[in-house]
């Protein structure tokens, strides 16, 4: 392995550590909140409106989790209707500009994500300022899954492990 690959094969260790961790204790963290809203409606008759907010983001933040964790195993979502009519030599020629398009897509929808976000700061009243701060999984999750894409268009063709 050459020095670059080693470097790509470590960020990529590191932020597939991180992405499970982060949708590890969302997940337990959902769990939680979610089971003590219940009780606390079903038992007490109360409850806390700030618990449906954070329950609605810690969602966006499993998903987006997700979809960088499928990314980085190359098992992402693929629409391609015509892949059971192609063959396989030129399924390879298109692998990795089909991957480019991937990670330019990405990062587009992570800019206008990040502008989003940056509007809805400027308007956002102070008692939703939580829910401002856990929006910012809409830019940073497509900034996770662009990055994984780059980090698949970089690696060499032998570290992929599954067809696009």
């Given at each position: 392995?050459?020095?670059?690959e080693?470097i790509i094969?470590?960020?990529?260790?590191?932020?597939?550590f991180?992405?499970?961790?982060?949708?590890?204790?969302?997940?337990l963290?959902?769990?939680?909140?979610?089971?003590?809203?219940?009780?606390?409606?079903?038992?007490?008759?109360?409850?806390?409106?700030?618990?449906?907010?954070?329950?609605?983001?810690?969602?966006l933040?499993?998903?987006?989790?997700?979809?960088?964790l499928?990314?980085?195993?190359?098992?992402?979502?693929?629409?391609?209707?015509?892949?059971?009519?192609?063959?396989?030599?030129?399924?390879?020629?298109?692998?990795?500009?089909?991957?480019?398009i991937?990670?330019?897509?990405?990062?587009i929808?992570?800019?206008?994500?990040?502008?989003?976000?940056?509007?809805?700061?400027?308007?956002?009243?102070?008692?939703?300022?939580?829910?401002?701060?856990?929006?910012?999984?809409?830019?940073?999750?497509?900034?996770?899954?662009?990055?994984h894409?780059?980090?698949?268009?970089?690696?060499?063709?032998?570290?992929?492990?599954?067809?696009?």
């Amino acid at each position: 392995m050459s020095l670059s690959e080693n470097i790509i094969f470590s960020v990529r260790k590191n932020l597939v550590f991180f992405e499970k961790t982060i949708a590890g204790i969302s997940l337990l963290l959902l769990l939680i909140l979610a089971l003590s809203q219940v009780i606390l409606r079903n038992v007490f008759d109360t409850g806390f409106s700030d618990i449906d907010v954070i329950s609605r983001h810690l969602v966006l933040f499993i998903a987006f989790m997700g979809a960088a964790l499928a990314t980085d195993s190359n098992q992402h979502i693929k629409v391609d209707c015509l892949n059971s009519i192609i063959s396989t030599s030129f399924k390879t020629k298109i692998k990795r500009p089909l991957i480019l398009i991937c990670t330019i897509i990405s990062g587009i929808f992570c800019w206008y994500a990040g502008r989003f976000w940056l509007d809805e700061r400027l308007y956002a009243p102070n008692n939703e300022q939580l829910a401002l701060y856990m929006a910012l999984i809409l830019p940073l999750g497509f900034f996770t899954l662009s990055l994984h894409f780059l980090l698949l268009l970089l690696s060499p063709e032998d570290h992929h492990l599954a067809d696009t």
